[in-house]
């Protein structure tokens, strides 16, 4: 009779390979992705047991805790739009914790982004920086360059949401260099809309718009379907700042159709904020109070306290015009 744990191990590692299989579809975009997509969905709860059990037995044997470490890991693009922000945590901390007890230093950084990351999206802004810096400065150290373009977008994301737009921009322009410098096209491509982001804030709409449609294009030629809808997302927004709100909604249309094809809740969680701004500034205030709505369950329902906020304020901001 085959040994149970042995038998375990073989399901978490066989699944783990899977979701590598399913994330490396969905990365490459363009005719892999959507079965990436279906992959990874036909096997989720698979998955989801390999992983529990790769936590669960990562405090006494080596081979599970490497695998602990993997799943976020090698499944961290399409775990984004699947996983809400306190399930990827709690898979983050696993990952973390199985890290320290390897001495993995790489495994380290990469876990600290990923709490980083969710710690962002609940709200914790100040908790993310924290993690964030710890990954830099073991990024720095193990000299994985590629890793800290990556940690410094994330940084930059961070600190702008603080309102501290100026320190935003130095972090993306330096993850813009190392992209160039390690050829990271896609890394590349979010660093140019990031730093759109921060030129809008100041006021600087036309560059930002210049910064969106590079990174638009990148986006195009890579495959990468989700960023080209943050892009149409990002463009609608500065047409709407420059009064052109139906070349915005028409933007923003674009953005929430793909988001909706991905299955990308966040995505269509931020189209669906922008595409009732368009409205809000259209006019068009009962449409705006439903895009609203929708908005405020998509974000509780991908627990994003900012995008929950911000649903409410609007609300209240478009009742009070009905």
């Known amino acids: 009779m085959p040994n149970l744990f042995e038998a375990q191990l073989r399901h978490a590692s066989y699944f783990l390979e899977l979701l590598r299989e399913a994330d490396k579809n969905y990365y490459l975009g363009l005719d892999t992705l959507k079965s990436g997509i279906q992959l990874f969905d036909t096997e989720w709860e698979n998955i989801r047991v390999g992983q529990a059990w790769a936590k669960d037995h990562s405090s006494h044997d080596n081979r599970a805790a490497n695998i602990c470490i993997n799943y976020p890991y090698w499944g961290a693009h399409i775990l984004d739009i699947r996983l809400g922000a306190k399930e990827r945590l709690l898979w983050s901390e696993a990952a973390l914790g199985a890290a320290h007890r390897l001495n993995d230093k790489v495994a380290e950084g990469i876990a600290s982004g990923n709490l980083g990351s969710a710690y962002e999206q609940l709200g914790a802004i100040r908790k993310a920086i924290d993690f964030f810096q710890r990954s830099l400065a073991i990024e720095r150290e193990t000299n994985n360059r590629r ?29 813009l260099g190392i992209s160039r410098e390690m050829n990271d096209i896609r890394g590349e491509g979010l660093a140019l809309g990031n730093l759109g982001l921060c030129y809008r804030q100041i006021g600087e709409v036309r560059r930002a718009i210049e910064l969106h449609e590079a990174s638009l294009d990148i986006a195009r030629r890579t495959g990468d379907r ?82 929950e906020a911000s649903a409410l304020i609007n609300l209240s901001k478009s009742e009070k015009v009905l």
């Open 147 to 175: 890793s800290e373009g990556q940690t410094l977008n994330s940084l930059g994301s961070a600190f702008s949401r603080l309102g501290e737009v100026r320190r935003a921009i130095e972090f993306y322009e330096q993850a």
């Open 226 to 307: 989700r960023s080209e809808a943050n892009a149409y997302g990002n463009i609608g927004i500065a047409y709407t700042i420059l009064g052109d709100v139906r070349s915005a909604t028409q933007f923003h249309e674009r953005q929430l159709l793909i988001s909706r094809e991905l299955g990308d809740i966040q995505g269509e969680n931020i189209a669906l904020g922008n595409l009732g701004s368009a409205y809000f500034r259209f006019g068009e205030y009962s449409r705006a109070v439903e895009l609203y709505e929708q908005r405020l369950g998509t974000a509780r329902k991908t627990e994003d306290r900012f995008g």
